[in-house]
């Protein structure tokens, strides 16, 4: 039989970024710096096992039945008011969708912002899960390098100048792949140059509250207001199996956002929502974040001491201040898919750079490295593993 496929099904780099997985995911003996994994360790288990059961025994005829698409409404409350309380943003609770990840949010922006062909910009390297979702809707990608300080500002002009550009898709803090963030100064020059223009900008902040390092920064879409759309996500400040994220978004996007999740699975699991709420209301969720905030904050600062101690001087990385992952340079020469064969061999997993690139156009010569996942005496054998197939290919 000779099945024909949608064309949209024909894209993505699933190849490399499946046998990533598939390694990551193999088990014992492997040590993966590959996924964006929270550490399992302080999964709340407990916590959201009595959460689970008071549902079950005070509203199980609510929250076992069918619900309304935007969500449940007191958990759309309370990120509303978290969002005043740490960072002074006032969200209506129905500008908030609640979605089946942030994931699944920037899938839903793509199905009413892009038609085959049109363009959408993103960070370089940006977040593969992005250019993922976004590439089945077939859009022309723009690619926007980041520094230091975050996207090139004169590369977003000229991306976003002269054409219509749908969107612009970035994560301000300690972004996926690189662990970057945007600088204040920075912040206001993105944002004059989206105002400047019609495109959306699509601000993903799934670890904005995981900082370690330095103090908060205001959020992009505080200043752009309607031309803003915020993503948020319990996934690394509780648990991604609970598969809860939000996108924030002014009436008239979110009209349309909530008739496209309708469609898509009418709504996110409202158990888990009723769990949750249940949970970050009976629970000191800023106590475990801190808590988690101080383990991942020591990862990141073991592996940047191995990274000085156990590798050649010319491999570069950057140091981020929060989140999970820093990246990685390789001396000229090495390439980062012989890094992650040989580096497999020995039971460690990376993810290459050319992941991050749409069409894997890009980052032949870096890694990105997730600290979270994994403890740091396991930090420290896979750093050596690594270190040593980079030396062996150096020569
Ligand atoms: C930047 C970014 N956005 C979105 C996601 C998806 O997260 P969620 O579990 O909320 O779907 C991730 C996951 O790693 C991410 O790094």
Redesign the pocket.
Known sequence: MDITFAKRAAGGSESTLHRVFVAAAAGKGVISFAG?FPNKRFFPAREIGEAAARVLAESAHEALQYSTAGGYLPLREYISRRYHEKQGLSVDPDEILITN????A?DLIARVMLDEGDFAAIESPG?L??IDALSFYRPRFLTVPMTEAGPDPDALKEALTGRDVKIFYG?PNFQ?PTGISYSANRRREVAEIIQSGNTLFIE?N?YGELRFIGEPLPSIKGVLGPQGVL?G?F?KIVA?GL?I?WICADRPIMKRLVAAKHAADLHTDIFIQHVLFRYVTACDIDEHIKEIREVYGNHRNAMIRMIEEYFPPEVGFTRPEGGLFLWMTLPEGVSSMDLFECALEAGVVVVPGAAFYPGGNGGGNAVRLNFSGVDEDEIDVGMRVLAGAVRKMTG
Do not use: E, F, K, T
């Open positions: 964006g990840g942030s994931q699944q920037i977040y899960g992005a994560v996926n993903d799934p993503l996500s996934s991604p598969r994220g």
